[in-house]
């Protein structure tokens, strides 16, 4: 006769399948028993009463209890999760998911970093390509993911055009991304503006198909060798920003905000929602933090002190803050990113990408790593 140990066991083969887990790793399964007759009796908690997966789960489990020996018949209790039980199954779910990334075409070898915030309009786009720009400069080959499908504007500010190309057949095909030299590095840039007609063209899409898209510019895009991967986020926590953080889990986040304190309080969330993922804050980079004249007069026309207040709430380091600076918006129009040329924002873009190679995100030294050693022939002494 089975034992409640031997119900509890088979069921860790029951995957909750939006969660990507075990319902036993979950503590989704409060109990189990198996009583004199035969009949076990299983006891589930779910999220939600309503959740549209229980059919498959119930068919699941009592596919799989029904073949211990001596199991006559199953019978499910459905509960339902209390609020903190669910705070922890979904701390689990998101553990597991960081421990067991699915494949894309991004090197082991490449520092991803996140450029987030929490809302729209603090200049997260132009912070990205001003620093991709300003580390492709100095040598690096730096990919940018223009990861705001519905607000793609990366193209316009690298001043890169032409659709994208592919190599391949058939399953093998791949897209490739479109290139920049700069000094002597590369850009290598993928964004929604290099498939559609216009760039006026407004995309009416939803979550799921949000999600597919940057799911598609991580399988499917032939990256190549990078030293860099900055992805340029859509404002907010929503879905794009959680599919990102399971297929890169091992990502680092730098968060944009402004000055006013407004601001702050909402970049706090983009910089929870990270964490929750397990993804580490690199730091905080403070845009549009003043006006500085030509005579060196500095005006904090946004107020003062997010970017400090937040990088301490945090405990992260504050990386910049980056003055208000027309060259930027000019350079972001025509293409040509500030961070080429001479100004006050373009050195402290400057400042903080070196300060990224150097301390913050350094390059992937792999040279010693195993992954290394197993490209390299090994020579076995007989």
């Not at 070898?109 to 580390?135: D, E, F, Q, W, Y």
């Amino acid at each position: 006769m089975a034992t409640a140990d031997d119900v509890l066991a088979v069921l860790r083969g029951v995957i909750d399948p939006e969660l990507g887990a075990d319902i036993v790793t979950l503590g989704m399964v409060p109990s189990t028993a198996v009583e004199a007759d035969g009949r076990a009796r299983v006891s589930i908690a779910l999220t939600t009463m309503g959740c549209p997966l229980r059919a498959q789960i119930r068919n699941d489990v009592v596919g799989r209890v029904e073949q211990l020996a001596g199991v006559t018949s199953v019978k499910i209790d459905w509960t339902e999760l209390s609020d903190q039980a669910k705070a922890d199954v979904m701390a689990t779910a998101r553990k597991n998911i960081a421990d067991n990334p699915p494949e894309t075409q991004i090197s082991p070898m490449t520092r991803v970093v996140m450029i987030a915030s929490g809302k729209g309009g603090v200049g997260k786009s132009s912070v990205t390509c001003n620093l991709a720009a300003a580390v492709a400069s100095m040598g690096f080959t730096v990919g940018v993911l223009d990861a705001d499908i519905w607000g793609y504007s990366v193209p316009r500010m690298l001043g890169i055009e032409g659709r994208l190309g592919g190599v391949g057949e058939g399953d093998e095909a791949k897209i490739v991304p479109n290139q920049r030299k700069i000094g002597s590095g590369r850009l290598k840039v993928v964004s929604m503006g290099f498939l559609v007609e216009q760039e006026e063209t407004a995309l009416m899409w939803r979550g799921l198909i949000l999600n597919r898209a940057v799911q598609h510019f991580l399988e499917d895009v032939r990256w190549g060798d990078m030293d860099y991967l900055l992805i340029d986020m859509p404002p907010g926590t929503g879905d794009v920003q959680m599919g990102l953080a399971k297929m890169l889990p091992r990502a680092e986040v730098v968060i944009v905000t402004t000055p006013a304190r407004a601001a702050q309080k909402v970049a706090a969330r983009a910089a929870s929602m990270s964490r929750k993922n397990y993804l580490r804050i690199a730091g905080v980079i403070e845009n549009m933090s003043a006006f500085v004249t030509p005579d060196g007069e500095s005006y904090p026309i946004f107020g003062s002190g997010g970017g400090a207040d937040l990088a301490d709430e945090l405990g992260v380091p504050l990386l910049g803050q980056v003055p208000i600076d027309g060259d930027v918006a000019e350079g972001g129009d025509l293409g040509e990113p500030a961070v080429l040329a001479d100004g006050v924002a373009s050195a402290e873009f400057r400042r903080i990408a070196e300060l990224m190679v150097t301390e913050v995100t350094p390059p992937v030294d792999m040279g010693s790593c195993t992954v290394r050693l197993m490209e390299s022939p090994v020579t076995i002494a007989t």
